[in-house]
């Protein structure tokens, strides 16, 4: 099939370069020339393992091209993906300027019967809108579907290649035809593909991403209530987990979610809500937990060594909002570092890939390490965001001898308690015993 995919961001690249290397031509437009210069010559502007070997190998094989030339790649294409951003307005809801914008130029391009595909994240009744927008200049036949993306940062090469389930909105036989032999290729272990009206497929998305969300944060507050009452979270995710009614996955403690779709998608669906005059009391309970568990660290600092940290040194081992990606979008380091700096501590951070861009936000405020260890030279406590697997297993004894205090807030749980037990630390982590090994 020929296809064109409109923007470049996250999701248009993945999704534009994953159906090219199943045999597609793919055209993917973006309006930022420099970003299709850099994309034409194989050099990514987001860090996703696989992606940058991907394209190149599908640039070579003349399957997968960036244009600027929106006219010339929907002339060319049977199904128009949109891949545009819909950014938080300031009262929560989506900003569907950039996928409408397009939606009427499209009206003014198509000269044939096409299919354009909502893959952006979008609320209910985006389709009908998208619909209207382009009836404004269209004359031909064209169908609108909502095929909404399940990417998970870090791994979004197989998640669109080994979907859990394809969800299509459309009610459109024509349209379904032509969006099931697209997605044939990717459930072929018999995952399946979902047909359903176009509001339920728009829906589906944010559902899903805030029951995870939900979920995320019902095992923070019980980890929180762990500490409380002298329980390990570990044991307790264990013996939930294992009910095939609960899972195991989404229920390790931490200190909140971030990045660019649970924070976003959350406060999307209570607008939504609100607009219609419905509460989500759920939703609200779980954006304000959420908010107070990304500090959570800075809090047992602060009852640690006292409110006033002015004249210490911290080090920050994790900069994203998870491992594998550089995105560091509602990341809690973010709010860590701000309320750290605002109570007069200095700061030295790392992550193997976020550095650029939280030092976009941060500038000389704070001091950037070209590797963990370096973060530690002479620090009074490491804080721990991420949970990079170079973090992992690190070497005790060399942090030991950097560290000016050997304690640690581990706010992603890395480390066994019988283990630190074992070894000269302070470390205290998120539902768990607190390890204390050193003299105050």
């Given at each position: 099939?020929?296809?064109?995919?409109?923007?470049?961001?996250?999701?248009?690249?993945?999704?534009?370069?994953?159906?090219?290397?199943?045999?597609?031509?793919?055209?993917?437009?973006?309006?930022?020339?420099?970003?299709?210069?850099?994309?034409?010559?194989?050099?990514?502007?987001?860090?996703?393992?696989?992606?940058?070997?991907?394209?190149?190998?599908?640039?070579?094989?003349?399957?997968?091209?960036?244009?600027?030339?929106?006219?010339?790649?929907?002339?060319?294409?049977?199904?128009?993906?949109?891949?545009?951003?819909?950014?938080?307005?300031?009262?929560?809801?989506?900003?569907?300027?950039?996928?409408?914008?397009?939606?009427?130029?499209?009206?003014?391009?198509?000269?044939?019967?096409?299919?354009?595909?909502?893959?952006?994240?979008?609320?209910?009744?985006?389709?009908?809108?998208?619909?209207?927008?382009?009836?404004?200049?269209?004359?031909?036949?064209?169908?609108?579907?909502?095929?909404?993306?399940?990417?998970?940062?870090?791994?979004?090469?197989?998640?669109?290649?080994?979907?859990?389930?394809?969800?299509?909105?459309?009610?459109?036989?024509?349209?379904?035809?032509?969006?099931?032999?697209?997605?044939?290729?990717?459930?072929?272990?018999?995952?399946?593909?979902?047909?359903?009206?176009?509001?339920?497929?728009?829906?589906?998305?944010?559902?899903?991403?805030?029951?995870?969300?939900?979920?995320?944060?019902?095992?923070?507050?019980?980890?929180?209530?762990?500490?409380?009452?002298?329980?390990?979270?570990?044991?307790?995710?264990?013996?939930?987990?294992?009910?095939?009614?609960?899972?195991?996955?989404?229920?390790?403690?931490?200190?909140?979610?971030?990045?660019?779709?649970?924070?976003?998608?959350?406060?999307?669906?209570?607008?939504?809500?609100?607009?219609?005059?419905?509460?989500?009391?759920?939703?609200?309970?779980?954006?304000?937990?959420?908010?107070?568990?990304?500090?959570?660290?800075?809090?047992?600092?602060?009852?640690?060594?006292?409110?006033?940290?002015?004249?210490?040194?911290?080090?920050?081992?994790?900069?994203?909002f998870k491992p594998e990606t550089d995105d560091i979008r509602e990341a809690p380091s973010?709010?860590?570092?701000?309320?750290?700096?605002?109570?007069?501590?200095?700061?030295?951070?790392?992550?193997?890939?976020?550095?650029?861009?939280?030092?976009?936000?941060?500038?000389?405020?704070?001091?950037?390490?070209?590797?963990?260890?370096?973060?530690?030279?002479?620090?009074?406590?490491?804080?721990?965001?991420?949970?990079?697997?170079?973090?992992?297993?690190p070497d005790f004894n060399y942090m030991e001898s950097k560290m000016k205090l050997p304690?640690?807030?581990?706010?992603?749980?890395?480390?066994?308690?019988?283990?630190?037990?074992?070894?000269?630390?302070?470390?205290?982590?998120?539902?768990?015993?607190?390890?204390?090994?050193?003299?105050?």
């Open positions: 099939m020929k296809i064109a995919v409109i923007g470049t961001g996250y999701v248009g690249l993945v999704t534009g370069t994953c159906l090219a290397d199943t045999g597609n031509e793919v055209t993917c437009v973006d309006v930022d020339k420099a970003k299709i210069e850099m994309l034409s010559k194989g050099e990514m502007p987001i860090y996703e393992p696989h992606l940058d070997n991907l394209v190149n190998r599908n640039i070579r094989q003349n399957r997968l091209f960036f244009s600027i030339d929106l006219n010339k790649a929907v002339h060319n294409a049977q199904l128009i993906f949109l891949a545009l951003p819909t950014p938080p307005g300031e009262d929560g809801s989506a900003d569907l300027s950039y996928v409408l914008g397009v939606a009427k130029e499209l009206g003014k391009i198509i000269n044939e019967y096409k299919v354009i595909i909502n893959k952006s994240t979008v609320p209910v009744g985006t389709a009908e809108k998208v619909t209207a927008a382009i009836c404004e200049n269209a004359s031909v036949d064209f169908d609108v579907v909502s095929n909404p993306e399940f990417l998970r940062e870090g791994f979004a090469i197989d998640d669109f290649k080994k979907p859990y389930r394809v969800v299509i909105g459309t009610r459109s036989e024509k349209a379904q035809q032509l969006m099931e032999e697209l997605y044939q290729p990717f459930v072929r272990q018999g995952n399946p593909i979902m047909i359903m009206d176009e509001k339920s497929a728009e829906l589906t998305k944010y559902a899903a991403n805030s029951f995870l969300a939900t979920k995320i944060t019902f095992m923070n507050e019980i980890a929180n209530y762990c500490e409380l009452i002298g329980a390990d979270v570990d044991k307790v995710r264990r013996g939930i987990g294992t009910d095939n009614r609960i899972g195991k996955s989404f229920l390790y403690p931490g200190i909140g979610y971030g990045g660019s779709c649970f924070p976003k998608d959350v406060n999307a669906l209570k607008k939504a809500g609100n607009d219609v005059g419905f509460n989500f009391n759920i939703i609200n309970a779980v954006m304000e937990v959420n908010h107070k568990q990304k500090t959570i660290l800075v809090d047992k600092v602060k009852a640690y060594f006292g409110d006033d940290l002015k004249g210490l040194k911290f080090a920050l081992w994790g900069l994203a973010i709010y860590m570092i701000k309320e750290l700096i605002s109570i007069g501590a200095n700061i030295v951070v790392y992550d193997p890939e976020a550095i650029t861009n939280i030092r976009n936000i941060f500038g000389d405020k704070i001091t950037y390490a070209l590797d963990g260890y370096g973060a530690l030279e002479n620090v009074d406590a490491l804080l721990i965001a991420t949970e990079w697997s170079a973090f992992r297993n304690i640690i807030f581990d706010g992603r749980n890395l480390y066994e308690i019988n283990a630190m037990e074992k070894r000269p630390f302070y470390y205290q982590s998120i539902g768990r015993r607190t390890v204390n090994n050193i003299n105050n």
